[in-house]
């Protein structure tokens, strides 16, 4: 089944204490994206990789970090968490065209 | 800045009816425009895209208008069902498939 696969799915974490949510996508697509969703805000991007070793900085960067060492893989890392990263994130892949993004099932993060 | 603008709020209609929802943009020109559906506690779904060059689309019960000149976009079901419920995001890309900006989304209830 072609999916995007995200985990944690939630997460409960104390601030200051690094963590990496993993996302993996078995469909050979080149794009892949990480979002944040907060109520009312919407979806925003946070980082965004177009191919292998090819990252750039959404709209939300700040406190985030990825890579994208495989082209099946794009973990995000959260190197020194803080309570206002409390939010619901969403790993996403497409292949580009006229096919739009496949989303995982979203990661809860609590940082308390 | 960019700025796109969904009915915040929910669009209450009758099982059977047209459900038209709205996108509207400002300070951008996309070279494409999404739809995507998301269930509570769910990656959004991807349903549409229609190109800047594109005035409609259509997918089954489906059909999306990209009127640039407006700078909207209108979603609309026909014959609604009430598994149609649910929010509605539309989104905004340039070129690539890098950098996609979401609204915030409509919910949509539609009552049997």
């Known amino acids: 089944e072609a999916q995007v696969t995200q985990n944690p799915r939630y997460l409960i974490t104390v601030t200051g204490k690094k963590l990496t949510v993993t996302c993996s996508q078995n469909m050979n697509h080149e794009y892949m994206s990480w979002y944040r969703q907060d109520p009312g805000l919407g979806l925003r991007q946070i980082y965004y990789s177009m191919n292998v070793e090819v990252t750039d900085k959404g709209d939300v960067p700040e406190g985030y970090k990825v890579s994208r060492k495989e082209k099946r893989n794009f973990p995000l890392i959260l190197e020194s968490p803080s309570p206002n990263q409390t939010s619901l994130y969403f790993c996403?892949?497409?292949?580009?065209?006229?096919?739009?993004?496949?989303f995982g099932s979203g990661t809860r993060l609590t940082v308390v | 800045s960019q700025k796109i603008e969904q009915n915040s709020e929910a669009l209450n209609i009758q099982e059977g009816k047209t459900a038209t929802l709205t996108c509207n943009y400002t300070?951008?020109?996309?070279?494409?425009l999404q739809w995507y559906r998301q269930d509570p506690g769910r990656g959004p779904v991807f349903l549409l895209l229609i190109r800047e060059n594109e005035k409609e689309k259509r997918k089954e019960r489906l059909k999306v208008t990209f009127d640039t000149t407006l700078k909207q976009s209108l979603f609309h079901i026909t014959a609604s069902q009430p598994a149609d419920s649910a929010t509605y995001l539309c989104a905004l890309g340039s070129g690539g498939y890098n950098k996609l900006i979401f609204g915030a989304g409509t919910r949509l209830a539609v009552h049997p």
């Open positions: 300070n951008y020109s996309p070279a494409y």
């Open positions: 996403a892949s497409s292949g580009g065209g006229s096919y739009g993004y496949t």
